[in-house]
């Protein structure tokens, strides 16, 4: 039976396909007498087949050598595209993770959504979220991984397009589709000269391929820059880093995966590509760069926002770049420890939110207050959540940064500096939010607000469990460094960067309500922060306007000077001209063979004699 | 057997359209879709005795015709050939179900669609230079006449234009094949790939020139396309759906037929500009689709684009890339026909084509959500997503051209980001949003109006996720077209980037030499 | 004598105040309109019942439940019934509760008071004490986080009094229904006149609460709280969800940056008079659940009337929406005109002055409902045909 189900690990992604395939008749409205729970409970057994499918292979394969497991797709010509999967610990671990965080958001859904009509529909998307990114985690071929990626785009499309007649939305989905695309055309064009260079595209073929690779440095760093753009992307890195905020317009279940797994996908694809962007130091430089520009930037963005979900998905960004600072010290094990604990920490964060913005109406930090005593499972959420996020006690990301201070070590200083200041500047931000959410005197949207009901608290108290139980995990995992060989100086500047952020945070002036800073340069820095150092603007007056304007000019030409000269030659006025009337007489037939035998007569007489006077040569 | 497969709908046609008397619309209806779709299972019997693995023409039919014009009726199908002709076979259908039940002028209607689709037929199985020819002049006029009878406002315009483009495209194809006949001092029209060699380098390119124009007007290619964004918008659905997905293969099945396969020499030297000319293509097309208001002309311009992709693969000569034309050829046919079958639909229900008019049309009551869904898989299936027949084309066709012509590969790849832009605003602006107040109450949406788009969108996916039954069919054929061609490519290991630059200089040095070279001599000087 | 009813008001919705002057309703009287109003809310009134039912259910049975899987059951658990609510063929319950959410939330009247005062507190305390006994754990949660369970207990106290508001409702909409079978209702004034009488004759119903834990029975809201039904069920419910209501995520951005929904909750018009019923039926509009509910028992001349429409019953969710919104047109025209401060018939210019500063101060909040539209629109309207033809 185990064995059974070894072998078909393969098989994981698929129960969510399944689940949304099935999901279709409601999610099209093709039945419409009975309610779409049926399809939402479909899929909820679907994501625990997978769930515990993934978690039986995970408990076999334990102490077990990675297998991997090839399909091949499609063999033509000089190309062989196969599937290539990998079966290691690792991999069926994430899949455990991605589908029990599925199945805890799809609950939660349940609540969260209940009086929505369009219910089959986004548990049919997230269906193929889940599907896709258990694909993800397992594959091992770099064109399988590219598909994917680009599978979760269309998803997230379709996710953030979910409330399609809200205005906002209609940008915002298409913002995200497009910033991604961006990222995964360069990552497309990694893959297709990756393709020519190395002939295959399994991971393990490519990596033995980098060890012997000869390319110029220029080729190498196009490559590895190309690479780098997709999981940018995904990331929400800086310069594509901005549809992550626009993203919060759609459902907060959404967000939850969002913001946990899928932005870990790309970093998971980047992950895994470590080898090939080893050929270029360019390439490695630019994710430290990347990465430490959106981990600052972002964080400093996240503190000015007053709305509850990009406050917190700012700081998704700014984790992000430290995985991607990481990768670019070829740190991969500190990334993926980095990734497995803020994805834990950051969807309880967004569980906790959406509980606030289902009881109080509203997204607007200044408009709460108070909230702590009437809402015990969602307040104990965000308290334990904001620790796994930070490091003040040893919890989840305390254990992963500890490991990334201590293997940085060796590299500039200036990036533990990084990873102190991001950390603190989180631990501000956090501290920030909960007094304007739970602390304080409630305000007129939260004056009344009961506990969420269980189907959204049950989730919720269950990854509160699981988040204090991570460094168990760790431990488990024999993560944990060894209590003599923990670096106290190490220990010392994190919990101290976490307590000066929690001691700015809890003594900083908020602001409630609408009012604004009265000083005109704090007005500014707030401004500036809070619309994202305004690169929006940015980037609608460069590249959005460029387009537009080609898209426009190369329309203008195509209609006066290509068509244009074409209709000054008059051949088409001759004819077209109101001498013809195309009416029921059978006039036009006549014409038309007239015109087409006289064309032909016309190419016949042109060549014959040319064919003539040969042939009379020959 | 063959035969059967342009004879059959010509029987349907002269049915309807010489029937004595009582014809009414849904008889003609009827027969058109029996002897359609008799041709369309024909084709698939045709496919199931294909054999893939044997190269060169199957089921040839050659019966000596006019011998004084070495004209002979020589049908025949390959790997190339077949693909094409299931999908005329389908659309055909496809286009006359989802013609209007009460349309105008009934019988002529039915009978012309059905010789179109005969002659396109026709043209695919033709064997003959010759022949090819007449039946590539033979879907002409009906589809004249399907947009100059059952078009928009200014269909006169858009059909002479039509004509127009199309016959001189015919008279330069005409005048190329009868040169090849004619230089190579022969008499038949066989399509013969041998004889073509002995033509001198210059005079092939001549040759070579003179069918990439005429056909790159069908295809159509940048500039010489505004013909077909005229004549789409004003044709009616269906014969919009033949057009772009049917017929504008006339132009790349007979570039790869007729330049690729007789004059590959020629086809070497003007490689380089011909993903240049592509790369031009692809972003001339997406470029001004960006900027269109008519959803109509946008899928136009997109089918202009997307075409433009055929041209590069085609123009790299790789086994692998000659394998993505078809499959690329395929892929634009389904999804453009698709297309424009959505907007047909959304055009008939709420009399506008109009980005600035149209908006919320997902709405689940009074809008067209179903329409609206299949139009997010075909907007995702032309951009080029995974799981669908876009992205293995395009995956192929770059794969396949990146080694030899790396950066207009690279630039025509732009063309998937901006294939993007252009629908997602076509979708959000018309489908997202609030439903607006002028379209506030629709008819009803027919099965009827869904099922043909349906269909086509389950071939996407399922090509989309299996595309080795496509690709069996046709590789045998594509690889042994390229057998020919010099190696271009140094794959694996040493791989060297060929830029334009070397590809032009390698052009010109080409070129000069064989201009300069006294011993091939232009054919006027000779004497016998 | 000057009457004041010579003189029209300035206000832009003057035409209205005139109309209501003279007993008529904000809904025209056509034939029409009176078969959809009757229609609907005979369907309002089935669906009404069921809600209630179940409300006052989960009021009294489910007291502090925190894992209420059959809350919908109303306590009859059969795998029958069980199996048809998993295929979802059931009254969306989640809808009433929407509607006892936004009536908590937004809180106004009575009851919203009564919740506050330390006699509350002390009531509740009492039943929450009795529930918790035996469970150690909940006591300690209880210390942590002392607003937890009483929050809990406000919330069951509005299940209870929407429960006992659309008790009545429900019987008075089907009353009506029974009366047009009768032939006796034949006009919108009429359908006004009924709705009124019905609210008039229980408008000092008492409202109370009370729940029985251990065999004891714990009073919540007892009698001698004074609620009512009018004034503190059918006055708060008419402000919060006629006129209130949520900002529907599948149409208003709850971007806090981006300023769509007001930050004083009193301000909000998203109520059941304003909103737009065309997107009914798509994603993120709980109506739908209202809509869906009452297509199930539509009468037959109602579900021919609509039939009729160009879509047929492809639209079935938005014609019942605007159906649904004239008849709540009329019940609104029934509060206000029953709680006229003086008879509308009065010939004296005091009372007349007031009525029109009543009327005025009722019409300012119209100015932004579907009141125009609701009299401008029939229900399908025939649109010019495509040009295409």
Same mark, same amino acid.
């Given at each position: 039976?185990?064995?059974?189900?070894?072998?078909?690990?393969?098989?994981?992604?698929?129960?969510?396909?399944?689940?949304?395939?099935?999901?279709?008749?409601?999610?099209?409205?093709?039945?419409?007498?009975?309610?779409?729970?049926?399809?939402?409970?479909?899929?909820?057994?679907?994501?625990?087949?997978?769930?515990?499918?993934?978690?039986?292979?995970?408990?076999?394969?334990?102490?077990?050598?990675?297998?991997?497991?090839?399909?091949?797709?499609?063999?033509?010509?000089?190309?062989?595209?196969?599937?290539?999967?990998?079966?290691?610990?690792?991999?069926?671990?994430?899949?455990?993770?991605?589908?029990?965080?599925?199945?805890?958001?799809?609950?939660?859904?349940?609540?969260?959504?209940?009086?929505?009509?369009?219910?089959?529909?986004?548990?049919?998307?997230?269906?193929?979220?889940?599907?896709?990114?258990?694909?993800?985690?397992?594959?091992?071929?770099?064109?399988?991984?590219?598909?994917?990626?680009?599978?979760?785009?269309?998803?997230?499309?379709?996710?953030?397009?979910?409330?399609?007649?809200?205005?906002?939305?209609?940008?915002?989905?298409?913002?995200?589709?497009?910033?991604?695309?961006?990222?995964?055309?360069?990552?497309?064009?990694?893959?297709?000269?990756?393709?020519?260079?190395?002939?295959?595209?399994?991971?393990?073929?490519?990596?033995?391929?980098?060890?012997?690779?000869?390319?110029?440095?220029?080729?190498?760093?196009?490559?590895?820059?190309?690479?780098?753009?997709?999981?940018?992307?995904?990331?929400?890195?800086?310069?594509?880093?901005?549809?992550?905020?626009?993203?919060?317009?759609?459902?907060?279940?959404?967000?939850?995966?969002?913001?946990?797994?899928?932005?870990?996908?790309?970093?998971?694809?980047?992950?895994?590509?470590?080898?090939?962007?080893?050929?270029?130091?360019?390439?490695?430089?630019?994710?430290?760069?990347?990465?430490?520009?959106?981990?600052?930037?972002?964080?400093?963005?996240?503190?000015?926002?007053?709305?509850?979900?990009?406050?917190?998905?700012?700081?998704?960004?700014?984790?992000?770049?430290?995985?991607?600072?990481?990768?670019?010290?070829?740190?991969?094990?500190?990334?993926?420890?980095?990734?497995?604990?803020?994805?834990?920490?950051?969807?309880?964060?967004?569980?906790?939110?959406?509980?606030?913005?289902?009881?109080?109406?509203?997204?607007?930090?200044?408009?709460?207050?108070?909230?702590?005593?009437?809402?015990?499972?969602?307040?104990?959420?965000?308290?334990?959540?904001?620790?796994?996020?930070?490091?003040?006690?040893?919890?989840?990301?305390?254990?992963?940064?500890?490991?990334?201070?201590?293997?940085?070590?060796?590299?500039?200083?200036?990036?533990?500096?990084?990873?102190?200041?991001?950390?603190?500047?989180?631990?501000?931000?956090?501290?920030?939010?909960?007094?304007?959410?739970?602390?304080?005197?409630?305000?007129?949207?939260?004056?009344?607000?009961?506990?969420?009901?269980?189907?959204?608290?049950?989730?919720?108290?269950?990854?509160?469990?699981?988040?204090?139980?991570?460094?168990?995990?760790?431990?488990?995992?024999?993560?944990?460094?060894?209590?003599?060989?923990?670096?106290?100086?190490?220990?010392?500047?994190?919990?101290?960067?976490?307590?000066?952020?929690?001691?700015?945070?809890?003594?900083?002036?908020?602001?409630?309500?609408?009012?604004?800073?009265?000083?005109?340069?704090?007005?500014?820095?707030?401004?500036?922060?809070?619309?994202?150092?305004?690169?929006?603007?940015?980037?609608?007056?460069?590249?959005?306007s460029a387009v537009a304007l080609m898209s426009r000019l190369n329309a203008w030409i195509d209609r006066y000077v290509v068509d244009g000269l074409v209709n000054l030659v008059g051949l088409a006025t001759i004819f077209g001209g109101e001498s013809l009337k195309y009416s029921s007489s059978g006039q036009s037939q006549t014409y038309v063979l007239t015109i087409l035998l006289g064309v032909c007569l016309l190419g016949l007489l042109v060549s014959w004699p040319l064919g003539f006077l040969i042939?009379?040569?020959? | 057997?063959?035969?059967?497969l342009i004879?059959?709908p010509m029987?349907g046609a002269a049915?309807i359209g010489f029937?004595?008397?009582?014809?009414?619309p849904?008889?003609s209806r009827?027969?058109a879709?029996?002897a359609a779709?008799?041709a369309?299972?024909?084709?698939?019997?045709?496919?199931?005795?294909?054999?893939?693995?044997?190269?060169?023409?199957?089921?040839?039919?050659?019966?000596?015709?006019i011998?004084?014009l070495g004209l002979?009726?020589?049908?025949?199908?390959?790997?190339l050939s077949?693909p094409l002709l299931v999908l005329n076979g389908l659309l055909t259908c496809i286009a006359i179900y989802s013609s209007d039940v009460a349309i105008q002028r009934f019988r002529l209607y039915y009978a012309l669609v059905l010789v179109l689709s005969a002659g396109v037929a026709g043209a695919f199985l033709a064997q003959d230079l010759l022949l090819f020819f007449l039946f590539y002049e033979l879907e002409l006029i009906p589809l004249y006449l399907l947009i100059a009878i059952w078009g928009g406002h200014r269909r006169g315009y858009a059909a002479t234009k039509f004509l127009i483009y199309t016959a001189i495209s015919g008279i330069l194809i005409l005048a190329s094949f009868l040169g090849i006949v004619w230089l190579?001092?022969?008499?038949?029209f066989?399509y013969?790939?041998?004889?073509t060699?002995?033509?001198?380098?210059a005079t092939q390119a001549l040759l070579l020139l003179m069918l990439l124009i005429g056909f790159g007007i069908k295809m159509p290619l940048v500039p010489l396309h505004t013909w077909l964004p005229d004549a789409h918008v004003e044709a009616s659905t269906p014969v919009s759906v033949l057009l772009a997905g049917v017929l504008l293969k006339l132009g790349t099945y007979g570039l790869l037929r007729f330049g690729m396969g007789l004059f590959?020499?020629a086809w070497?030297l003007l490689g380089p500009w011909l993903a240049t000319w592509a790369v031009v293509s692809v972003l001339y097309g997406s470029f001004t689709a960006i900027a269109q208001k008519d959803m109509k002309k946008m899928v136009a311009f997109s089918s202009i684009g997307h075409m433009g992709y055929v041209l590069l693969a085609a123009a790299a000569?790789?086994?692998?890339?000659?394998?993505a034309t078809v499959l690329q050829m395929v892929s634009h046919g389904l999804i453009s026909a698709l297309m424009f079958l959505l907007v047909g639909v959304v055009y008939k229900k709420t009399g506008s084509r109009d980005l600035d008019v149209l908006s919320?049309l997902?709405?689940?009551?009074?809008?067209l959500?179903?329409i609206?869904?299949l139009m997010?898989?075909g907007v995702?299936a032309s951009a080029g997503?995974?799981?669908?027949?876009g992205?293995?084309s395009e995956?192929?066709v770059?794969?396949?051209s990146?080694?030899?012509f790396?950066?207009q590969?690279?630039l025509s790849m732009l063309g998937t980001a901006l294939t993007a832009v252009y629908f997602l605003n076509l979708m959000n602006r018309v489908f997202?949003?609030?439903?607006s107040?002028q379209v506030?109450?629709?008819?009803?949406?027919?099965?009827?109006d869904?099922?043909p788009a349906?269909?086509l969108?389950?071939?996407?996916?399922?090509?989309?996720?299996?595309?080795?039954?496509?690709?069996?069919?046709?590789?045998?054929?594509?690889?042994?077209?390229?057998?020919?061609?010099?190696?271009?490519?140094?794959?694996?290991?040493?791989?060297?980037?060929?830029?334009s630059?070397?590809?032009q200089?390698?052009f010109?040095?080409?070129f000069?030499?064989?201009?300069?070279?006294?011993?091939?001599?232009?054919?006027?000087?000779?004497?016998? | 004598?000057?009457?004041?009813?010579?003189?029209?008001?300035?206000?832009?919705?003057?035409?209205?105040?005139?109309?209501?002057?003279?007993?008529?309703?904000?809904?025209?009287?056509?034939?029409?309109?009176?078969?959809?109003?009757?229609?609907?809310?005979?369907?309002?009134?089935?669906?009404?019942?069921?809600?209630?039912?179940?409300?006052?259910?989960?009021?009294?049975?489910?007291?502090?439940?925190?894992?209420?899987?059959?809350?919908?059951?109303?306590?009859?658990?059969?795998?029958?019934?069980?199996?048809?609510?998993?295929?979802?063929?059931?009254? @969306?319950?989640?809808?009433?509760?929407?509607?006892?959410?936004?009536?908590?939330?937004?809180?106004?009247?009575?009851?919203?008071?009564?919740?506050?005062?330390?006699?509350?507190?002390?009531?509740?305390?009492?039943?929450?004490?009795?529930?918790?006994?035996?469970?150690?754990?909940?006591?300690?949660?209880?210390?942590?986080?002392?607003?937890?369970?009483?929050?809990?207990?406000?919330?069951?106290?509005?299940?209870?009094?929407?429960?006992?508001?659309?008790?009545?409702?429900?019987?008075?909409?089907?009353?009506?229904?029974?009366?047009?079978?009768?032939?006796?209702?034949?006009?919108?004034?009429?359908?006004?006149?009924?709705?009124?009488?019905?609210?008039?004759?229980?408008?000092?119903?008492?409202?109370?609460?009370?729940?029985?834990?251990?065999?004891?029975?714990?009073?919540?809201?007892?009698?001698?709280?004074?609620?009512?039904?009018?004034?503190?069920?059918?006055?708060?419910?008419?402000?919060?969800?006629?006129?209130?209501?949520?900002?529907?995520?599948?149409?208003?951005?709850? @971007?806090?940056?981006?300023?769509?929904?007001?930050?004083?909750?009193?301000?909000?018009?998203?109520?059941?008079?304003?909103?737009?019923?065309?997107?009914?039926?798509?994603?993120?509009?709980?109506?739908?659940?209202?809509?869906?509910?009452?297509?199930?028992?539509?009468?037959?001349?109602?579900?021919?009337?609509?039939?009729?429409?160009?879509?047929?019953?492809?639209?079935?969710?938005?014609?019942?929406?605007?159906?649904?919104?004239?008849?709540?047109?009329?019940?609104?025209?029934?509060?206000?005109?029953?709680?006229?401060? @003086?008879?509308? @018939?009065?010939?004296?210019?005091?009372?007349?002055?007031?009525?029109?500063?009543?009327?005025?101060?009722?019409?300012?909040?119209?100015?932004?409902?579907?009141?125009?539209?609701?009299?401008?629109?029939?229900?399908?309207?025939?649109?010019a045909l495509p040009e295409w033809s």
């Amino acid at each position: 039976m185990n064995l059974f189900l070894f072998l078909n690990s393969w098989w994981v992604p698929f129960y969510g396909l399944i689940g949304a395939i099935v999901t279709l008749p409601w999610a099209m409205g093709t039945i419409r007498r009975t309610g779409p729970r049926p399809a939402a409970y479909f899929n909820l057994l679907m994501t625990v087949l997978a769930f515990v499918h993934s978690l039986v292979v995970l408990k076999d394969i334990w102490n077990q050598e990675p297998q991997s497991f090839l399909v091949t797709w499609l063999k033509t010509a000089d190309l062989d595209l196969s599937f290539a999967l990998d079966v290691s610990p690792v991999t069926v671990g994430a899949a455990v993770l991605i589908t029990g965080l599925s199945l805890l958001a799809q609950i939660y859904t349940l609540g969260y959504m209940e009086k929505d009509w369009a219910l089959a529909r986004f548990f049919a998307l997230m269906g193929f979220f889940e599907a896709a990114l258990s694909g993800l985690a397992l594959s091992d071929s770099l064109f399988l991984s590219y598909a994917l990626l680009e599978m979760l785009t269309l998803s997230t499309y379709l996710l953030v397009g979910f409330w399609y007649a809200q205005p906002l939305v209609v940008t915002a989905a298409r913002d995200a589709f497009l910033t991604k695309r961006v990222g995964d055309l360069l990552l497309l064009m990694g893959v297709v000269a990756l393709a020519t260079m190395a002939g295959s595209l399994n991971f393990s073929d490519l990596n033995e391929w980098a060890q012997t690779a000869n390319l110029s440095p220029v080729n190498a760093t196009l490559l590895g820059l190309a690479l780098i753009a997709g999981p940018a992307g995904k990331c929400a890195q800086f310069p594509l880093h901005l549809w992550l905020d626009e993203a919060m317009e759609g459902p907060n279940p959404a967000s939850v995966m969002r913001n946990s797994m899928v932005v870990a996908g790309g970093a998971f694809v980047l992950f895994k590509l470590q080898p090939i962007l080893s050929l270029s130091p360019v390439a490695l430089n630019a994710l430290v760069v990347i990465g430490t520009v959106t981990a600052v930037g972002a964080s400093l963005v996240s503190i000015a926002q007053i709305d509850i979900k990009r406050a917190l998905s700012h700081s998704t960004s700014a984790y992000m770049g430290l995985v991607f600072i990481a990768v670019g010290l070829q740190q991969g094990g500190v990334a993926l420890v980095l990734l497995f604990t803020h994805a834990i920490a950051k969807a309880l964060l967004f569980m906790s939110a959406g509980s606030v913005i289902a009881t109080t109406n509203t997204q607007d930090l200044t408009e709460m207050g108070g909230l702590w005593s009437r809402m015990p499972a969602t307040t104990t959420a965000y308290i334990v959540g904001a620790t796994g996020m930070v490091t003040l006690l040893p919890l989840g990301s305390f254990w992963a940064k500890l490991q990334w201070v201590e293997n940085f070590i060796t590299a500039p200083p200036w990036l533990v500096g990084v990873l102190l200041l991001v950390n603190g500047l989180t631990s501000l931000n956090l501290t920030r939010v909960f007094r304007l959410v739970f602390w304080g005197h409630s305000q007129p949207k939260t004056r009344r607000a009961p506990e969420v009901g269980w189907q959204m608290a049950l989730p919720m108290v269950s990854l509160t469990v699981v988040t204090l139980l991570v460094p168990l995990l760790l431990q488990q995992w024999q993560l944990l460094p060894s209590w003599e060989a923990i670096n106290r100086l190490a220990v010392v500047l994190l919990v101290a960067s976490s307590a000066t952020g929690l001691a700015i945070g809890s003594m900083i002036h908020l602001q409630r309500a609408w009012s604004r800073p009265i000083k005109l340069s704090w007005r500014v820095v707030q401004d500036l922060l809070s619309y994202d150092f305004y690169i929006d603007r940015l980037y609608g007056v460069t590249i959005v306007s460029a387009v537009a304007l080609m898209s426009r000019l190369n329309a203008w030409i195509d209609r006066y000077v290509v068509d244009g000269l074409v209709n000054l030659v008059g051949l088409a006025t001759i004819f077209g001209g109101e001498s013809l009337k195309y009416s029921s007489s059978g006039q036009s037939q006549t014409y038309v063979l007239t015109i087409l035998l006289g064309v032909c007569l016309l190419g016949l007489l042109v060549s014959w004699p040319l064919g003539f006077l040969i042939g009379w040569q020959f | 057997m063959l035969s059967a497969l342009i004879w059959m709908p010509m029987l349907g046609a002269a049915l309807i359209g010489f029937w004595p008397k009582g014809m009414n619309p849904n008889r003609s209806r009827l027969i058109a879709l029996v002897a359609a779709g008799a041709a369309c299972l024909w084709t698939l019997v045709i496919v199931s005795q294909f054999n893939p693995s044997h190269v060169g023409q199957q089921f040839s039919e050659f019966i000596p015709w006019i011998e004084t014009l070495g004209l002979n009726y020589h049908l025949g199908v390959d790997g190339l050939s077949l693909p094409l002709l299931v999908l005329n076979g389908l659309l055909t259908c496809i286009a006359i179900y989802s013609s209007d039940v009460a349309i105008q002028r009934f019988r002529l209607y039915y009978a012309l669609v059905l010789v179109l689709s005969a002659g396109v037929a026709g043209a695919f199985l033709a064997q003959d230079l010759l022949l090819f020819f007449l039946f590539y002049e033979l879907e002409l006029i009906p589809l004249y006449l399907l947009i100059a009878i059952w078009g928009g406002h200014r269909r006169g315009y858009a059909a002479t234009k039509f004509l127009i483009y199309t016959a001189i495209s015919g008279i330069l194809i005409l005048a190329s094949f009868l040169g090849i006949v004619w230089l190579s001092s022969n008499t038949s029209f066989a399509y013969d790939p041998s004889r073509t060699q002995t033509l001198p380098l210059a005079t092939q390119a001549l040759l070579l020139l003179m069918l990439l124009i005429g056909f790159g007007i069908k295809m159509p290619l940048v500039p010489l396309h505004t013909w077909l964004p005229d004549a789409h918008v004003e044709a009616s659905t269906p014969v919009s759906v033949l057009l772009a997905g049917v017929l504008l293969k006339l132009g790349t099945y007979g570039l790869l037929r007729f330049g690729m396969g007789l004059f590959p020499d020629a086809w070497n030297l003007l490689g380089p500009w011909l993903a240049t000319w592509a790369v031009v293509s692809v972003l001339y097309g997406s470029f001004t689709a960006i900027a269109q208001k008519d959803m109509k002309k946008m899928v136009a311009f997109s089918s202009i684009g997307h075409m433009g992709y055929v041209l590069l693969a085609a123009a790299a000569a790789t086994p692998l890339s000659t394998l993505a034309t078809v499959l690329q050829m395929v892929s634009h046919g389904l999804i453009s026909a698709l297309m424009f079958l959505l907007v047909g639909v959304v055009y008939k229900k709420t009399g506008s084509r109009d980005l600035d008019v149209l908006s919320g049309l997902l709405n689940p009551e009074r809008g067209l959500p179903l329409i609206g869904s299949l139009m997010v898989l075909g907007v995702m299936a032309s951009a080029g997503t995974p799981g669908m027949i876009g992205f293995i084309s395009e995956f192929l066709v770059f794969r396949g051209s990146f080694p030899v012509f790396p950066v207009q590969t690279l630039l025509s790849m732009l063309g998937t980001a901006l294939t993007a832009v252009y629908f997602l605003n076509l979708m959000n602006r018309v489908f997202f949003g609030r439903l607006s107040e002028q379209v506030i109450n629709l008819p009803r949406v027919q099965w009827s109006d869904r099922y043909p788009a349906i269909v086509l969108a389950v071939l996407i996916v399922l090509f989309g996720i299996q595309p080795n039954w496509l690709v069996h069919w046709s590789e045998p054929t594509t690889t042994a077209m390229n057998a020919s061609f010099p190696v271009l490519t140094l794959r694996t290991h040493n791989f060297k980037f060929v830029t334009s630059q070397e590809g032009q200089e390698l052009f010109s040095h080409a070129f000069k030499r064989t201009l300069a070279l006294p011993e091939i001599p232009s054919p006027m000087s000779h004497t016998p | 004598m000057v009457s004041i009813k010579n003189k029209p008001s300035n206000h832009p919705l003057a035409e209205y105040i005139q109309r209501l002057e003279a007993g008529e309703a904000l809904l025209p009287d056509t034939a029409d309109n009176v078969l959809e109003v009757v229609g609907i809310l005979k369907s309002y009134g089935v669906v009404l019942d069921a809600y209630s039912r179940n409300l006052i259910y989960i009021a009294e049975n489910q007291f502090l439940v925190l894992f209420p899987f059959f809350k919908y059951f109303n306590g009859e658990i059969t795998p029958a019934k069980l199996l048809r609510y998993w295929w979802h063929d059931r009254i @969306n319950f989640e809808y009433a509760e929407y509607v006892m959410r936004t009536m908590l939330w937004h809180g106004t009247g009575g009851l919203d008071d009564y919740l506050d005062s330390p006699e509350f507190k002390q009531r509740a305390e009492a039943a929450i004490q009795a529930k918790l006994q035996g469970h150690p754990l909940m006591l300690g949660l209880k210390a942590l986080f002392p607003e937890f369970l009483p929050e809990q207990v406000r919330m069951s106290c509005y299940y209870s009094a929407l429960g006992q508001f659309w008790r009545v409702m429900s019987d008075m909409f089907l009353s009506l229904s029974d009366r047009y079978d009768k032939g006796e209702i034949q006009s919108i004034p009429q359908v006004v006149d009924h709705v009124k009488d019905a609210l008039v004759a229980a408008a000092q119903l008492s409202i109370t609460y009370a729940v029985k834990l251990r065999g004891k029975t714990y009073e919540i809201i007892p009698a001698s709280a004074g609620l009512t039904f009018l004034t503190d069920t059918a006055v708060p419910y008419v402000e919060t969800i006629f006129f209130r209501g949520t900002p529907f995520q599948g149409t208003v951005s709850y @971007n806090a940056q981006a300023h769509q929904i007001s930050p004083d909750p009193s301000r909000f018009n998203y109520g059941a008079l304003f909103a737009d019923p065309l997107p009914t039926g798509g994603a993120g509009i709980p109506p739908t659940l209202l809509m869906q509910d009452m297509r199930h028992f539509l009468p037959d001349y109602l579900r021919e009337f609509y039939r009729r429409g160009r879509r047929g019953e492809d639209d079935l969710r938005v014609q019942i929406c605007v159906s649904f919104q004239k008849s709540m047109f009329c019940v609104t025209t029934a509060a206000i005109l029953g709680l006229m401060p @003086n008879p509308g @018939n009065t010939l004296l210019p005091d009372e007349q002055k007031a009525n029109r500063v009543y009327l005025e101060s009722w019409m300012n909040r119209f100015l932004a409902s579907r009141l125009n539209e609701v009299n401008d629109q029939p229900n399908s309207c025939p649109v010019a045909l495509p040009e295409w033809s």
